[in-house]
Nanobody
Framework: QVHLVESGGGLVQAGGSLRLSCAAS????????MGWFRQAPGKEREFVVA????????LYAGSVKGRFTVSRDNAENTLYLQMDRLRPEDTAVYYC????????????????????WGQGTQVIVSS
């Protein structure tokens, strides 16, 4: 069982930046591929970015590519999401998720493949 806790959300003006963190309880964090998803009010959960076990491979949604950067620190059991040039349409609850990875380079945009989820952190971008 992996317990994930997100932090770093908040209110920011359009064009600003936020850095989200996801702390994992599991010391085998490095064996899990990770992902960030988000859900805006009235919308379905949406893929944001995925990162492989060691961080060598990433997969971004087109809407955030070039603005968001994912990273992970396996020594600290923490996943990060640096969000720059934020837009009002980025407003959502952001969730991190862990997936028992089938390979060292695996990434996936499919929520159903993830085994553990955090409780989410709210991001609000004002115009």
């Amino acid at each position: 069982q992996v317990h994930l806790v997100e932090s770093g959300g908040g209110l920011v003006q359009a064009g600003g930046s936020l850095r989200l963190s996801c702390a994992a309880s599991e010391r085998t964090f490095s064996t899990y591929a990770m992902g960030w998803f988000r859900q805006a009010p009235g919308k379905e959960r949406e893929f944001v970015v995925a990162i492989s076990l060691g961080g060598s491979d990433t997969l971004y949604a087109g809407s955030v590519k070039g603005r968001f950067t994912v990273s992970r620190d396996n020594a600290e059991n923490t996943l990060y999401l640096q969000m720059d040039r934020l837009r009002p349409e980025d407003t959502a609850v952001y969730y991190c998720a862990a997936r028992r990875s089938p390979s060292t380079r695996a990434t996936s945009p499919r929520p159903a493949l993830y085994d553990y989820w955090g409780q989410g952190t709210q991001v609000i971008v004002s115009s």
